[in-house]
């Protein structure tokens, strides 16, 4: 199978590369500039023409323009270039999409097209959208502008993605932003990060659960992707464990967390092992981090 990823440098595209790679799939990255590994390269920009995107089986669409490390909020001070971007631009891709005849197209949407609802609050895949944010907003027009399309399209609603990044392509400098990196580094210099509590998925379960969709020949519409409930505490302790040395930890937290449930891919026998992977990769983890 012939997999266009968007993003394919980025964090979460990574695991979709790594993962399409592993199965034997050819991998064609949309990124501005070609990255060094075992993929073909098409220049892309959320703002540009899209390239042709002919002779592909599935596009997989992860990239987004935004403030590093913000989702929510990612505009920063330019809602319209950020709107021109990441809802214009994924537009005219899932358009460019249909019009290169590809059959199938998977773009990574958010818990955040429920944000509007309280926390605590159950979200199975037949609730109604709620988004209060920009960012759900153009996350859920999007999913909208897919489902109208002739073709398959999954709108992935995934929640926090963990894990350590692929090494598939070549990375020449660390990125802005690295998952953890903060908390992780404040705790080793002896302070305790505030307490906190979300919902995660690791990268290649998240990767994983799509191809488990292409491979089942699933029909379309909104995926929930979601696996463990992680306590900044909880995250702490695993890093002190790995380390073997005591690091200051932050009270529980009692704050709601809304959930999604994750009923479709359930049906299909995914089986995610978020808390295994995060304990197996603290260490390489802290390493990579110059924690170790």
Known sequence: MRVAITGATGYVGRFFVAAALARGHE???LTRSAPEG????????????????????????TAFAHVPGRYRGGEGEDPAGFLAANLGGTRRLFEAAVAAGVPRVAFLSSRAVFDGLPGGTHLPEDLPP??????GKAKLSAEEHLAALPLTGWSLRATGVFGLEPSD??????????????????AFAGHAPDPRRGTEVHGR??????FLLAEADAPGGPV????????????????????????????????????????????????????ARLHAEMPALLSAYGLA
Do not use: M, N
Request: proline share 12%; hydrophobic share 45%.
């Open 27 to 29: 991998v064609t990255a």
């Open 38 to 61: 075992p993929v073909r390269h098409l220049p892309y920009d959320l703002s540009a023409p899209v390239p042709d995107l002919t002779g592909h089986d599935l596009l997989v669409h």
């Open 130 to 135: 709620e988004p209060a944010s920009l960012y």
């Open 169 to 186: 392509l070549a990375r020449p400098a660390p990125p802005a932003w690295r998952k953890w990196h903060a908390e992780l580094t404040e």
């Open 205 to 210: 379960d998240l990767a994983d659960a799509l």
């Open 224 to 275: 929930h992707v979601s696996d463990i409930l992680l306590d900044r505490r909880e995250l702490i302790e695993a890093a002190a464990a790995a380390a073997q040395r005591p690091l200051p930890l932050p009270e529980t937290s009692d704050a709601p967390v809304s959930a999604l449930g994750c009923g479709r891919l359930s049906a299909f026998g995914w089986a995610p092992s978020g808390r």
